[in-house]
């Protein structure tokens, strides 16, 4: 597999379409990382590492509205390995007029686009969701 990201988005989104209340995929810290940023931002309701056997699992709850729409309407990989997307403290993009957010991977680690903004930090443009 070339962008294990990529592939987490893919799971996220199909499962959302078909209403799964959670999904398991391998571990690993960049993936866990994306993960605990979304649940920090509200996208997502949980996300933990799973023991199995040698080899850990990465178990993440989706979240749904009461009328059991989804909370991720649109989720998009930005940067891919063959083409990376570097933004500078400067050029940090608003996402959907602010409703929606970016994240970045910087020197801070993972954060959102708001949290790079206010920290002033640039770095790898990594998705976009609303």
């Known amino acids: 597999m070339t ?5 987490m988005l893919t799971r996220i989104r199909n499962s959302s379409a078909v209403r799964k209340s959670e999904i398991v995929l391998p571990y690993s810290n960049l ?37 059991g ?15 990376r997307v570097y933004v500078s403290k400067e050029t940090i993009p608003y996402v959907l007029n602010g409703y929606g957010i970016a994240l970045i991977s910087s020197s801070q680690g993972i954060v959102s ?5 206010k920290t002033k930090v640039g770095g790898e443009l990594l998705l976009e969701i609303w």
């Open 3 to 7: 962008d294990p990201i990529a592939d």
């Open 31 to 67: 993936k866990f990382e994306v993960a605990r940023v979304l649940v920090d931002e509200n996208y997502l309701s949980k996300v933990e590492k799973v023991e199995d056997g040698n080899k850990p699992k990465l178990k993440i709850v989706l979240k749904y509205r009461s009328n």
């Open 69 to 83: 729409k989804p909370y991720i309407k649109h989720i998009k990989r930005l940067s891919s390995p063959s083409k």
């Open 113 to 117: 686009n708001k949290i790079a903004r």
